[in-house]
């Protein structure tokens, strides 16, 4: 088989000099962290350890991956060259796709999660986002991208099957498309409640539809190759969009953008389908990286306001909620629930759908796996981050006050201060009076989710900078509008690769669905797949206990079960294609999430504890039915006996997820002893891939073809 025909390259004495002082810095940092005892820590260092450790390993981790492990090959085609057909397949220009991938995968998951998981002590959630990316999250993304680009961009669903086999295979399927819907639908709520009332922010989302729309056809059609250019009228565009909102909002148009979440919900509907159908470089791609300029530099704006600013770092290093498991954000304790809580930025199986549905199907040349697959990944991790020490900055009990349920905390300043004071921190009712009066909120309390606080983080880090107190309220709303911005990139390239995963999935019954190119079935799919998550998402919006309401709590738990499968099938890819020696590099994060997601699963379903367990608390709100008490959230016995629908279907379906999950990777155990046995006789299994075709882009001059004709086999 072809091997990698990369240029190798061996470090120059100036370049093991650069390398030595980035391990030097982020050591320190690292050191500095590690440490400390109560004492005040820069957020500064926080940065300095990510930044080396993530520099780092894409120097030198990803480079084996990609030469050692996957053997990247440029003189092979990919499918977007042999398979080109202008709707689902087309060589994309590399900076193009790493932005649509980037803004594909970054969705809720590395906003909120470490905002979440800041109860924990900003220091469980530092290692996790770090040590995970590197060795488990990015791995993942570039191994499966791989897979399925050397598969003709086949969904993971579809690998599954072809791997492992028709009974893991069947289960695979079911638990994959399963578990996308419920994270579509969860993503799409989180956008209809940020843009709900908000003019500044749909108008300036809503903007980049067109902008998008006129960058495909400038470089597409009008300029083709300028990326440069069609880049900077693009993110001209959308700054003007970005100051626009502002402008709509206290302008007679506010109304027209004012729209309801039910409003919301059907017009999401209708992207989602549109952007599923259309050809990817006329809205999809365009628009994904566009969203990544916004994102990209607000992140780079925030890191450097927290340079110039050098915020200390108020939560706890590990609080005393990390062991006790009763914090009043989430319930449980930090091993398993930490690596539940921040999924995405870390480890996320919702990126296996995207690295095995559009991107695979945009790669002009294999080398490019290693700067999408591994580095958008570092790029989200670093999102996480920050969103992490911009949480961690706020003062412990301002943080509590937003974060803690209603129920503990009440409905005013006055019992807010009270319910913080019994959790062992301070803040007085008129201090959060202030809080909420500084960034033109009538009130913070109870402002759960975590995309509040992290942005009222931002606005705190922002405004010591940028504007001082007075632009306070600018940039809290700004922080809200570019959450919208951030998550949505991922609902409607989320509902194409549903419509690939469908399409593979039917196709194994009746052939004419599984052609990408038949509209008809491109048709039927999309529908689909919008209206599973378009249902949930309308119940949701409509009632606050129904819909993708009933379905949250499976969020994070269905996330790390679809990265097992993700790592199961790529480590069952590796052994039958002769890797063995290299298997440990998913084997392991396999071993390690599978324990994880487990063990939660676990508790969730047999826990006492009914802030835990889905079945202790269905028990715990019948009694209070026969009682005739209503406890929170409820607020009447209908109520009450939904909750009780809701943690009954909820500890169902997890144990369903669990069952599917076991069989997919008892299936690939036995595939996987099979064939290292069939290896060993002499016997290797019949590949997957498909079969090698030279590429004819970008062919080398002639006087380097016998050079690189010496690199393969």
Request: aromatic share 10%; glycine share 10%.
């Amino acid at each position: 088989m072809p091997r990698s025909v990369l240029p190798v390259t061996r470090l120059q004495p100036k370049s093991i000099l650069v390398w030595s002082l980035v391990a030097l810095v982020g050591a320190v940092a690292w050191g500095v962290l590690a440490l400390s005892r109560g004492e005040e820590i820069s957020a500064i260092w926080l940065v300095a350890a990510a930044l080396g450790s993530f520099a780092i390993a894409y120097r030198f981790y990803s480079k084996y991956l990609a030469d050692r492990v996957l053997r990247l090959d440029d003189t092979r085609a990919t499918p977007a060259e042999r398979l080109e057909d202008g709707v689902d397949y087309q060589p994309t220009d590399k900076r193009v796709l790493l932005g649509h991938h980037f803004a594909a995968i970054a969705g809720a998951g590395p906003l909120v999660g470490p905002v979440l998981a800041v109860q924990m002590g900003y220091l469980p959630g530092t290692i996790w986002i770090v040590a995970g990316v590197i060795f488990a999250g990015a791995v993942q993304d570039m191994v499966v991208l791989f897979l399925s680009m050397r598969r003709d961009g086949r969904s993971l669903g579809q690998m599954a099957r072809d791997e492992i086999g028709k009974v893991g295979g069947a289960a695979a399927l079911i638990a994959v498309f399963a578990i996308m819907i419920i994270l579509l639908g969860v993503l799409a709520l989180v956008v209809v409640n940020a843009l709900a009332h908000s003019p500044w922010g749909t108008f300036s989302v809503a903007m980049t539809i067109p902008i998008a729309l006129f960058m495909g056809f400038y470089l597409h059609v009008l300029r083709p190759g300028r990326v440069v250019e069609t880049s900077v009228i693009g993110v001209a565009l959308l700054l003007l969009a970005i100051v626009g909102g502002g402008w709509i909002e206290h302008s007679a148009l506010a109304d027209t953008f004012t729209l309801s979440p039910t409003t919301l919900v059907f017009c999401l509907v209708g992207y989602g389908f549109v952007a599923s159908v259309l050809p990817v470089w006329m809205l999809l791609a365009p628009r994904d990286y566009l969203s990544t300029f916004m994102k990209i530099g607000t992140i780079v704006l925030l890191a450097l306001g927290l340079v110039f600013a050098a915020p200390k770092l108020s939560a706890h290093a590990v609080s005393p909620f990390a062991s006790s498991g009763s914090g009043p954000v989430f319930a449980g304790s930090l091993f398993p629930f930490l690596f539940i809580t921040i999924a995405c930025g870390a480890l996320s199986g919702f990126h296996a759908l995207v690295a095995s549905g559009t991107t695979p199907k945009l790669i002009r040349k294999e080398s490019q796996v290693r700067m999408i697959g591994y580095g958008a990944m570092l790029m989200e991790a670093f999102v996480a981050v920050m969103a992490l020490i911009a949480a961690s900055v706020l003062d412990p009990g301002l943080y509590y006050a937003m974060n803690a349920p209603a129920g503990l905390l009440g409905t005013t300043v006055d019992s807010a201060s009270q319910a913080v004071a019994g959790l062992g921190f301070t803040i007085s009712p008129e201090q959060l009076a202030a809080a909420a009066k500084a960034v033109e909120e009538s009130s913070l309390v109870a402002r759960t989710g975590g995309a509040p606080t992290l942005a009222v983080g931002m606005s705190q880090i922002f405004s010591e900078v940028f504007g001082g107190a007075g632009m306070k309220a600018f940039w809290y709303h700004f922080a809200i509008m570019f959450e919208a911005l951030f998550i949505l990139t991922t609902v409607d390239a989320g509902t194409r690769v549903g419509r690939f995963m469908l399409q593979d999935m039917l196709g194994n019954v009746w052939k004419p669905m599984g052609r990408v190119n038949w509209k008809p079935g491109i048709w039927a799919a999309s529908a689909v797949v919008v209206g599973a998550w378009g249902y949930f998402l309308y119940s949701g919006a409509t009632d606050p206990l129904g819909g993708i309401n009933q379905l949250f709590p499976l969020f994070g738990i269905a996330n790390q079960l679809l990265a097992a499968v993700a790592l199961t099938v790529a480590t069952t890819a590796l052994i039958k294609s002769g890797k063995l020696r290299h298997a440990w590099v998913t084997g392991i994060p396999l071993a390690f999430i599978t324990v994880i997601t487990f063990t939660a699963g676990w508790q969730k379903i047999f826990s006492a504890d009914p802030r835990v367990g889905f079945f202790a608390q269905r028990e715990k709100f019948a009694d209070a039915i026969d009682a005739g008490t209503v406890l929170p959230p409820a607020k009447n016995l209908d109520d009450m006996h939904t909750v009780v629908t809701n943690s009954t279907v909820d500890g169902v379906l997890i144990a369903l997820f669990l069952v599917l999950v076991a069989l997919v990777i008892g299936n690939a155990a036995l595939v996987c002893v099979r064939t290292i046995r069939a290896q060993r006789a002499g016997r290797p299994p019949a590949s997957t891939e498909t079969p090698y075709v030279a590429s004819a882009l970008d062919v080398p001059a002639p006087e380097a073809a016998p050079a690189l004709a010496g690199a393969r086999e």
